[in-house]
């Protein structure tokens, strides 16, 4: 079921009786609500926050069409943006300038806010960087038999299963999962538990994002966990986005825009540095990422378009059930 929370961010310069603007919000509230009140002390401009999954917001969306209360679509991945691209309308040049072209809508209906890479987590006391392997590929060798962990309903691995089915083919993607399958992967619902599970020694490596390290590591300083980068190419190497769009309903559409250039400002951006648990890329150019991660530029995933993403989405979802990993 959707989580939905509401919390009125109050500006030093907001005030009168003035609406706040509605953001459904796919990102987690203990990440993105230091953002929003962020926003709302540099603008004035209050928000309230309907939190839940980024593919139920996205259904929610299209189920509600012209009668949406939301003003702002906040998602954690392209492809749930992508599936009501229909509805978000375009956002001016100068907030679509702020960043390369690859990570945004080709229409400019969305931007990418944010980056993560897919990185494969392992666990230090049982494995030297050598030893895991630098390609998903390999995941479905016996040496690894009932040894990975994978998320199949978080929003993150099937952006990651979308860009392998347009990298390789809906064919190969196909055995690939049903190899994985049969070699005992282990699932979880999200990267986090991934990472416990590979510190625990429940698992010894697993497919996340590569700022949940980071994050299990500022709880537990001593965890035997560490990213391993996938090479440049592999399917498994994709670098994603979260990103953020308005509703072409939006009755508020100024200070809408305005959110989502905010967050590619320069204070927006370095929110990312400076200051967010998840330690994800900036996107801006001339905002360096966090000390300690690969620079963004030196990323090279496989060579798809973002912005397909959306329209394949639901037979992603479709491939998943047909391979046993949702029901």
């Not at 299963?161 to 064919?171: Q, S």
């Not at 991934?194 to 965890?223: F, M, R, S, T, W």
Request: glycine share 10%.
């Amino acid at each position: 079921m959707v989580a939905v929370a509401a919390a009125a961010l109050l500006g030093a310069c907001g005030g009168g009786d003035k609406q706040a603007l509605t953001i459904y919000s796919g990102r987690e509230e203990e990440i993105v609500a230091p953002l929003f009140a962020k926003f709302t002390a540099a603008t004035g401009i209050e928000v309230q926050v309907r939190y839940g999954d980024s593919a139920e917001l996205a259904a929610s969306i299209a189920e509600e069409g012209e009668n949406s209360p939301a003003d702002v679509f906040f998602a954690q991945d392209p492809g749930s943006l992508g599936a009501v691209r229909n509805l978000l309308a375009p956002l001016p040049p100068a907030t679509l300038d702020r960043i390369d072209a690859g990570f945004r809508d080709a229409e400019g209906r969305w931007v990418g806010t944010s980056g993560r890479a897919r990185v494969i987590v392992y666990n230090t006391d049982r494995l030297q960087e050598a030893d895991v392997p630098d390609t998903v590929a390999a995941l479905t060798d016996p040496a690894w038999k009932g040894r990975v962990g994978v998320a199949p309903t978080n929003a993150s691995f099937q952006a990651f299963v979308t860009g392998m089915r347009l990298a390789l083919g809906d064919a190969a993607a196909r055995a690939w999962l049903t190899a994985l399958r049969a070699n005992g992967v282990k699932t979880y619902e999200k990267n986090a538990p991934i990472v416990e599970a590979v510190a625990a020694g429940e698992i010894d490596i697993g497919l996340v994002n590569h700022y949940y390290v980071p994050l299990v590591k500022a709880e537990q300083p001593d965890a035997p966990i560490a990213n391993r980068f996938l090479r440049a190419g592999d399917p498994g190497a994709l670098v994603s986005v979260a990103g953020a769009g308005v509703l072409a309903t939006s009755g508020q559409a100024e200070d809408a825009t305005a959110f989502v250039g905010w967050l590619l400002s320069d204070e927006g951006q370095r929110f990312y540095v400076d200051e967010a648990a998840e330690t994800e890329y900036p996107l801006v150019a001339g905002i360096p990422a966090k000390a300690g991660l690969r620079p963004l530029a030196e990323m090279r995933g496989p060579a798809v378009d973002l912005t397909s993403f959306g329209p394949e989405l639901s037979r992603t979802v479709e491939l998943l059930r047909e391979t046993g990993f949702l029901t």
